[in-house]
């Protein structure tokens, strides 16, 4: 599920980037200038094209290029709790990069950690891992690093280490105890496959930088699965704000390839700063070495019980009768589902996920408190995003995320409000200004009437299956009426019974607020009126009503509606058709059908045909529909709360409304009493 402009360890590092070991050491170093020439090396084609690639297993791009810096120039500013470092320049500017540098000492800087003035090197510097690195593997990375970049000159800012580790004398002691400077050897009694994965996990990825513990001197516990401590080697580990998860055994070999090569998979999605590992290195991996990788993983002894088999549609119990359920339900099921199984290709599961699962929360409060965005790989280009939940309070929090770890976390710890303040403080979120009071789903427990209320909820939420004699197509009313009404823009439900009765052009009469709920049936789910009188409709008024709040019938409640769309604008359908493909078929179908789940169930609904609403709906009206799409579609787009939604211009949301609201749908056979006494408005379907 679970990616920041800010690059942070990631619980799904493979590759483990340089940047995570500075939560546990201290700098990288600075390369003054040499007056010595470099080794003559061979400037081969094909050694240099092997050496971009080894460089690529490395990922060497992530600490050592800033963010709109040259490639390899240096310069990305990395905190520490020892400091501030920069990385450095390792282009082959001979000024402020590595061009005056031998070979010999480039070798030892990565195998030994000193650099070429002989000063050691903070292990920042990932040189434990990359002294596995075979000879043939270092030679072609200094022959791209030198041969293969174009040389830049960008002078290195010197770190600014607290006392005492602005010393480096003891950096030669700590190198005396725990380095281990020879190459990989491979292990005879396994396969080439497995060696191979072993090699790249342990050497050039690096992976145990994040998610092997580490011991009082700040070294991992283990560099190998071999040896007395082997079984601490991948076994996870906390960097900084993150829980780096124990990658022993944690997936089937297909399933860590297609996380590596995708960012995603069935069981999580990559964020943090595994979006950069993956676009930058995993995905660009050999189909054989992903496999490796996976293979060397999944080898590795584990004590983690089998995946229990969730199925769909299975709803958790107490979804509506807990503070936790509740605010899951209107904060997070939309896109991560009510079954928790997500949406296949977009949104995570949270059944399975091991995020979710894990014994130490705080990658799951991270994502919630800073929001999260997909790896815009070549497979998976389209980038989903959820936004930060730091509006909701701590408590809030608390309860949310402990319904996920009590409903698929098996046996998870719960969290407390105080460890989500503590995220807080430590991540810093930040929090969007908006006007509009987003009703909480969850104070409805705290009510004299709340089963009615919840009733009520529930009716807006999941119509099609509790009404089902007057629901006669795939919508729900919370298919328009977002987070069961509580979505600025989204035609919230906030205040609105303080408008009712009122005069309806349409109706050419005064209504009340249950002929404008039962006209939603009748249009919107091509259905049948409730009775007015009924249990249903008086806990759908009732939900009304508290949503009011201390709205008066003069007031403007912010956010109300879904706006409008200047109607001086001409739709263009053609263009609208291109926008659809790109932007609604995903979660629409390709041809307007909807999206059903694995169990056969309706996820997002159909925007035309049979099953969709009839043209007698606001929604089939080209500028009605615009509006709402401009404002809520697509959702998971971008970092807006609560999901993401909006966020295409005018023309582009009214092309596209134009398109889907001229399709065919059923009709409307009261249609010829609409509008008996005002004019017609130019976009109605008849």
């Known amino acids: 599920m679970l990616d920041r402009p800010t690059r942070r360890p990631h619980p799904f590092t493979m590759t483990a980037v340089a940047a995570a070991v500075i939560a546990v050491t201290a700098s990288l170093y600075s390369t003054p200038l040499r007056a010595k020439q470099p080794d003559p090396i061979a400037s081969d084609p094909a050694l240099v094209s092997r050496g971009e690639y080894i460089a690529r297993l490395g990922d060497c791009v992530a600490c050592h290029t800033s963010e709109g810096g040259a490639a390899m120039a240096g310069g990305r500013k990395l905190e520490t709790p020892f400091g501030t470092v920069w990385s450095t320049n390792i282009t082959p500017d001979r000024k402020t990069g590595i061009g005056a540098w031998s070979f010999d000492e480039f ?60 010393m480096r004398f003891g950096i030669a002691l700590w190198n005396m105890l725990f380095l281990d400077t020879a190459s990989f050897k491979p292990d005879p009694a396994k396969d080439a496959v497995w060696n191979r994965g072993a090699y790249l996990v342990q050497g050039l990825g690096h992976c145990g930088a994040c998610h092997t513990p580490r011991g009082l001197a700040f070294q991992e516990k283990a560099m190998s699965e071999a040896g007395p401590s082997g079984q601490d080697f991948l076994a996870g580990a906390k960097v900084e704000n993150w829980n780096a998860l124990d990658l022993r055994g944690l997936w089937t070999v297909d399933d860590t390839v297609e996380m590596l090569r995708t960012g995603r998979n069935r069981f999580a ?46 709803v958790p119990a107490d979804t509506f009768s807990t503070r936790g359920g509740l605010g899951y339900a209107q904060f997070c099921a939309d896109c991560h589902r009510p079954d928790g199984h997500g949406v296949k290709g977009v949104f995570p599961p949270l059944a399975g996920n091991p995020t979710v699962a894990a014994k130490d929360a705080a990658t799951l409060l991270h994502i919630v408190l800073t929001g999260w965005k997909t790896a815009p790989t070549a497979a998976q280009p389209r980038v989903w995003s959820m936004p930060s939940f730091a509006r909701l309070g701590d408590s809030e929090v608390a309860e949310i995320v402990n319904f996920m770890r009590k409903s698929w976390g098996h046996g998870a710890a719960a969290v407390t409000a105080a460890d989500v303040a503590v995220a807080r403080r430590e991540l810093d979120p930040k929090i969007d200004a908006s006007k509009f009071e987003t009703p909480r789903l969850a104070d409805l427990l705290s009510q004299s009437n709340s089963e009615q209320l919840v009733r009520g909820m529930r009716l807006n939420y999941e119509t099609r299956t509790l009404l089902p004699d007057h629901v006669g197509d ?39 607020l249950e002929d404008r709920i039962n006209g939603c049936f009748l249009r919107s789910m091509n259905g049948k009126p409730l009775p007015v009188d009924g249990a249903d409709m008086k806990a759908m008024v009732a ?57 056969g169930r309706i996820v997002y609904p159909p925007l035309w045909g049979s099953r969709s609403f009839n043209i007698g709906a606001g929604m089939a009206r080209t500028y009605t529909a615009a509006a709402f799409v401009k404002r809520n579609m697509p959702i998971g787009s971008h970092d807006k709360f609560p999901i993401g939604q909006g966020g295409l211009s005018d023309q582009d949301a009214l092309d596209v409304a134009d398109y889907f609201s001229h399709m065919e749908r059923p009709d409307f056979a009261a249609k010829v009493k609409d509008w008996p006494k005002d004019p017609k408005p130019k976009d109605a379907r008849y």
């Open 107 to 166: 070798d030892r800087a990565m195998r030994k950690g000193v650099a070429a003035d002989g000063r050691n090197l903070y292990p920042a510097m990932p040189y434990p891992s990359y002294a596995k690195i075979s000879g043939d593997d270092m030679r072609a990375l200094w022959a791209y690093l030198t041969k293969g970049l174009a040389p830049t000159e960008h002078a290195n800012t010197p770190a600014q280490m607290h006392f005492p580790f602005n």
């Open 269 to 314: 999605t990559a964020s943090g700063s595994m979006t950069d590992v993956i676009l930058h290195s995993t995905q660009g991996f050999t189909d054989q070495d992903l496999v490796a990788i996976a293979t060397y993983l999944k080898s590795l002894p584990s004590d983690r019980q089998p995946e229990a088999p969730v199925v769909a549609d299975d």
């Open 474 to 512: 795939d919508l729900n009313c919370s298919s328009c009426h977002l987070n069961a009404g509580t979505v600025a823009d989204g035609s919230p439900y906030v205040g609105v019974s303080a408008f009712f009765p009122s005069y309806a052009p349409r109706s050419g009469r005064v209504i009340t």
């Open 543 to 599: 939900y009304f009503d508290w949503m009011k709040g201390a709205t008066k019938p003069e007031d403007k409640v912010a956010g109300r509606g879904v706006g409008k769309i200047d109607p001086k604008l001409v739709p263009d359908p053609v263009h609208g058709k291109e926008i659809y493909a790109a932007q609604c078929s995903v979660c629409h179908g390709s041809d307007g059908e909807g999206l059903k789940n694995a169990a």
